[in-house]
């Protein structure tokens, strides 16, 4: 065969037989535009397919042709005299079996024999992955089992059979290119290079599979049987009949009714059937979905074992990512969900597509405790795919919850106890233009009370379809290795020897900084979409107004500021003009217009100016900082650059802590210099006399400048109302429960007196997590009573910084009503 292709009579055939099963058959490349910047086409390029099969190669032979890259039925380039540029590890295909594994490739041994005879030659092999169809499964039927590609037997029979089912779907995936040479000059000896070679290919044919296809799965039954043989379940049966007074085999048919609950069902027929409808819904009631830095992922899946970490925005965050990682040829996850969600209909249909469903609490229940964390465990060790949300629940305002720490303690001591499978977090940002929940967020926001979830929500949503949602955005983040983490922050992390009995004493601390990296490089990923900038803008405006030119130049304004000093290599923005990004958002409904003699004016009415909230909140984290600094100046004509840099330094953990910035103390200074001379390009700041200057107060640069700082004043407004009421009250006087309540109705008052439609501005939650900054940083501290007792720097904080960035009417009007706020008023 491997000669067969060098005569005019073979090309010919060759021809003949792709053009026969391309009349029929469909295939695309995957993940492969950094394969090609790795391909070097000056040297000998061999392609390796892992088993002889015709078909694969004239599948190979199309890509090749449509990538523009040398053929692998061509001679080979150079000094390497092979007649055709392919190899196959494998010979020897019966009709029915798979391939004779101990038969050597006699190219393979002859492109080996060369590369060690002449030293100036390399050969890159480039190993070639062929999937036709994408449906490992989890069925019992033989007969989906012949025909699906999945880890089962094969032979020219079933080839046969996966061309006519399957040949719709065909895709390739090239690996990184293998140096011969730099294998041969490890000087390892003839024999021991075959080995090597072989060995290297076979592991990343293996593993390739792995990540497209997925782990072999087991049978749902057989699992759950499994689970329930695990040691540390069997202790936990154990101890529950001991504890609960009952027989063994009670306790352990709760533990098997505890795991019936939870596991999965992964079925892909049912992910198939998604593919298909929600490809329809994400092209007709979407424009479609945007993803970057999905390379990321399919250069580690190989391997790992992958976990996915996306912000939670929406119910369909579970269908999407699914979906989407389907569509690029890797795995699709085994999804933690609430067991809220596991409804009539709806339940069944999540379980199906790889939702396993665990209770909002495990608190006293020490049986199902063990049943969730073997579970998992066995996932992990599988190398199955997992994905869960680290927020606990979905954001109803737009930003980053704080973490629930849960989920990552189980994955972190099912990690201590075998380490042998890395473990990778996957950061994702999910972007909408238009939640899908938006009516229902926009009751919450204004304080309705949250409701439980039903399968009715569904017409609900349903009812909203008329509305245009624009597109949806998902980015991956860089991704953390697991061990890596540890290296860092518990260098002796490998000396734990039982974590499940013996919970190490820096479990806690290493779990909530895994928490902080995974939320930022989160939010790190951020996309800025058209309805991101105009909220942004608007809501910075006095009267939620403002004409065309001006929020144009606003608009674009914030973009130029965004590309020259990004916030991470992450982070996406659009492409359109000011001008445009107005039309957009005004066609999806979100602004309104209206025109008199002098021009157009853009607004938002009471409903989009709540709604709007939600929306600049996703990316609110990217303009802080620079926002920052325009604050200095809202009171301050001038102000010198290390001023700027030790009060933004004063300020920068509390706003840290809020939208989970993500610089270090080390990274900040630099950091504030590159934002600062942004400012200054772009004219909203000037430098003179070694000091930075502010706008003339009539100039337009200097309402840009304001109305960048005005995206984060209430932020500070409301630190301030913290500080203030702890000053104004008797040291040691509150708990945390009374000054929360106490500011959350002077933020209500005060949004009255001051016209402000910004129902997060009193958000208890926000109040919370200031309060719980403070004492991280040591400035607050709690007694035995749960008083709160302060330190003489809170004044410095409240006062000092206060009075350069915040004006003093507000400064005025927090005073005034802090006198008259008394723990009885929160109650």
Not at 14 to 24: A, H, K, N, S, V
Not at 106 to 133: K, M, T
Not at 615 to 634: G, Q, S
Not at 706 to 735: H, K, P
Request: overall charge positive; some cysteine; proline content about 5%.
């Amino acid at each position: 065969m491997s000669a067969g292709f060098s005569s005019f009579f073979g090309r010919l055939r060759f021809g003949f037989m792709r053009r026969l099963l391309f009349i029929w058959a469909r295939s695309e490349s995957i993940a492969n535009s950094a394969y090609n910047e790795r391909l070097d086409q000056h040297q000998p390029i061999v392609y390796v397919l892992p088993s002889r099969s015709l078909s694969d190669l004239l599948v190979l032979d199309r890509e090749c042709v449509k990538a523009g890259i040398p053929r692998p039925v061509r001679p080979t380039i150079g000094a390497l005299d092979e007649a055709e540029a392919h190899v196959f590890l494998h010979h020897g295909q019966a009709w029915v079996g798979r391939p004779d594994p101990r038969r050597q490739s006699p190219q393979l041994l002859r492109i080996l024999n060369a590369v060690e005879h002449n030293p100036s030659l390399d050969v890159q092999l480039v190993p070639v992955s062929v999937f036709w169809g994408q449906s490992p499964d989890v069925e019992s039927s033989p007969i989906k089992l012949l025909f699906a590609y999945n880890w089962a037997v094969g032979g020219r029979l079933r080839k046969l059979l996966a061309i006519l089912l399957h040949g719709r779907k065909i895709r390739v995936r090239f690996g990184n290119p293998m140096s011969v040479r730099a294998l041969v000059n490890e000087d390892l000896g003839h024999p021991r290079n075959v080995r090597k070679v072989n060995r290297l290919l076979r592991v990343h044919f293996r593993q390739q599979r792995g990540a497209v296809v997925g782990p072999d799965l087991s049978h749902r039954r057989t699992l759950l049987k499994g689970l329930l043989r695990a040691p540390l379940v069997r202790e936990a049966i154990a101890r529950e009949a001991q504890e609960e007074n009952i027989d063994e085999a009670r306790a352990r048919r709760d533990a098997a009714r505890y795991a019936n609950e939870i596991a999965s069902d992964f079925t892909y027929t049912i992910i198939r059937f998604l593919e298909v409808v929600l490809s329809w819904f994400w092209n007709k009631l979407y424009k479609g979905i945007r993803v970057q830095h999905i390379e990321r992922v399919q250069d580690i899946a190989r391997g790992n074992e992958i976990i996915y970490v996306p912000c939670h925005r929406s119910h369909i965050d579970y269908l999407l990512l699914s979906y989407l990682l389907f569509r690029n040829s890797l795995t699709p996850p085994h999804i933690a969900a609430g067991i809220n969600l596991n409804m009539p209909i709806i339940g069944s249909i999540l379980r199906r597509g790889g939702a396993f469903f665990m209770r909002r609490s495990f608190k006293g229940n020490q049986l199902y405790t063990a049943v969730f964390n073997e579970y998992l465990h066995t996932l992990f060790s599988r190398g199955f795919p997992v994905e869960y949300f680290i927020e606990g629940g979905r954001s109803r305002t737009g930003r980053m919850l704080n973490s629930k720490t849960g989920m990552l303690a189980i994955t972190l001591r099912s990690f201590l106890r075998s380490s042998r499978r890395p473990i990778v977090f996957v950061p994702v940002y999910i972007g909408y233009e238009r939640v899908l929940e938006g009516r229902t967020y926009l009751g919450e926001l204004r304080g309705q009370a949250k409701k439980k979830e039903s399968v009715f929500d569904l017409f609900r949503v349903l009812s909203a379809l008329k509305l245009p949602f624009g597109q949806v955005a998902v980015n991956f983040g860089e991704p953390v290795a697991l061990a890596d983490f540890l290296d860092r922050t518990q260098p002796d992390w490998r000396q734990v020897s039982d974590p499940e009995h013996s919970k190490p004493v820096w479990m806690t601390y290493a779990t909530n900084e895994l928490a902080q990296l995974l939320t930022r490089s989160i939010n790190a990923a951020a996309d800025v979409n058209p309805v991101n900038l105009v909220a942004l803008a608007m809501l910075s405006t006095p009267r939620l107004a403002l004409d065309e030119p001006a929020l144009a130049r606003v608009l674009d304004t914030y973009t130029t500021l965004l590309r020259r000093v990004p916030y991470s290599a992450s982070v996406t923005l659009p492409e359109l003009e000011g001008p445009a990004l107005i039309r957009y958002v005004e066609d999806m409904g979100l602004i309104g217009r209206q025109s008199d003699a002098l021009g157009e004016i853009l607004f938002l009415d009471e409903p989009q100016a709540v709604l709007m909230t939600y929306y600049r909140n996703n990316v609110l984290h990217l303009v802080a900082l620079p926002a920052l600094i325009a604050c200095l100046f809202l009171n301050n004509p001038r102000v010198t650059r290390a001023q700027i840099a030790r009060l933004i330094t004063a300020i920068y953990p509390y706003l840290q802590a809020e939208l989970f910035l993500q610089w270090d103390e080390t990274a900040l200074p630099e950091v504030i210099e590159q934002w600062i001379d942004g400012l200054i390009a772009q004219g909203l700041l000037r430098e003179e006399n070694e000091q930075i200057h502010r706008p003339d107060p009539s100039s337009g640069e200097f309402v840009l400048l304001t109305l960048l700082a005005r995206t984060i004043i209430q932020m500070l407004e409301r630190f301030y109302m913290v500080a203030a009421l702890l000053l104004n009250n008797a040291n040691g006087s509150l708990t945390a429960e009374e000054l929360e309540g106490l500011c959350t109705v002077m933020a209500q008052r005060l949004s009255i007196l001051h016209g402000l439609n910004a129902p997060e501005f009193f958000d208890k939650t926000l109040f919370r997590q200031f309060i719980q900054r403070l004492m991280q940083l040591d400035v607050l501290s709690a007694d035995e009573q749960g008083r709160l007792h302060f330190k003489p720097e809170l004044e410095d904080i409240a006062e000092s910084t206060a009075r350069r960035v915040l004006t003093a009417e507000i400064r005025l009007s927090i005073r005034q009503v802090a006198r008259t706020s008394t723990p009885s008023a929160a109650a």
